[in-house]
């Protein structure tokens, strides 16, 4: 069973990174058989997604579709299609993930898709690529806004849960809002994050 960490923080070693590390941790000690894979999106060149929809167009059955752009998403998107479980961990940058995961999502987001139906129809939507069942944990930290408040401050989660259905064929099965870091603390949220990657091992 394969873990992938995507982690979407440019800062190395501070809130995000630290509590995405902590639910792999939960996850191992429920299953120690796990193989882990941890992607720091600063550490790679992944270009945006040009729109060129070369990956929407392509005819293929196959899990994924390939893009037309040669960057490290050639040898990243291995790691996620032979994921079983997901952690995605990011700061919240006005309400939303970094531009480091967004411009991964985008790039996973049809290639690892295709849609379906006639436009501007609900059946338009994408369907996975792949029928493999992953499940996935979501882990957002922000400055200054507390967790009372998540509704007016988090665009990401949605954009996580629903991005994992409709390409990856996963099931978000629990996430982790660590709000208001600068006041708290990450280390508040340390038990939380390792409990979430024990549930997602379990899952
Ligand atoms: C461009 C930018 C936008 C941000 N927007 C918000 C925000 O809307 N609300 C908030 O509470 N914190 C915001 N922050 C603060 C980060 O969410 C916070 O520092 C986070 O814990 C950083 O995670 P990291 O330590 O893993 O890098 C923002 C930070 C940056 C750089």
């Known amino acids: 069973m394969n873990l992938l960490a995507v982690m979407g923080s440019p800062r190395k070693e501070k809130a995000t990174d630290t509590l995405v590390d902590k ?49 490290d998403m050639d040898r990243l998107h291995e790691d996620v299609l032979a994921s079983d479980l997901l952690i995605f961990g990011t700061p919240l940058h006005m309400g939303q993930v970094t531009s480091l995961l967004m411009t991964f999502l985008e790039r996973i987001c049809l290639t690892f898709a295709k849609p379906v139906g006639k436009v501007l129809t609900i059946s338009a939507c994408p369907v996975p690529r792949s029928k493999k069942d992953r499940k996935s944990v979501t882990i957002l930290t922000n400055g200054v806004v507390p967790p009372l408040y998540r509704r007016f401050c988090d ?30 603390g990450v280390e508040r949220y340390f038990d939380r994050a390792f409990n979430l990657g024990r549930k997602l091992a379990r899952a």
């Open 23 to 71: 639910a792999v941790e939960g996850a191992v000690s429920a299953n120690p058989g796990l193989e882990v894979r941890k992607i720091v999106l600063a550490d790679h060149d992944i270009r945006y997604c040009r729109n060129c929809l070369a990956c929407r167009d392509r005819r293929t059955d196959g899990p994924y579709s390939p893009c037309s752009i040669r960057d």
């Open 155 to 184: 665009d990401a989660s949605p954009l996580i849960r629903q991005t994992v259905k409709d390409s990856l064929n996963g099931r978000t099965v629990g996430d982790l809002y660590a709000g208001n870091i600068e006041g708290r």
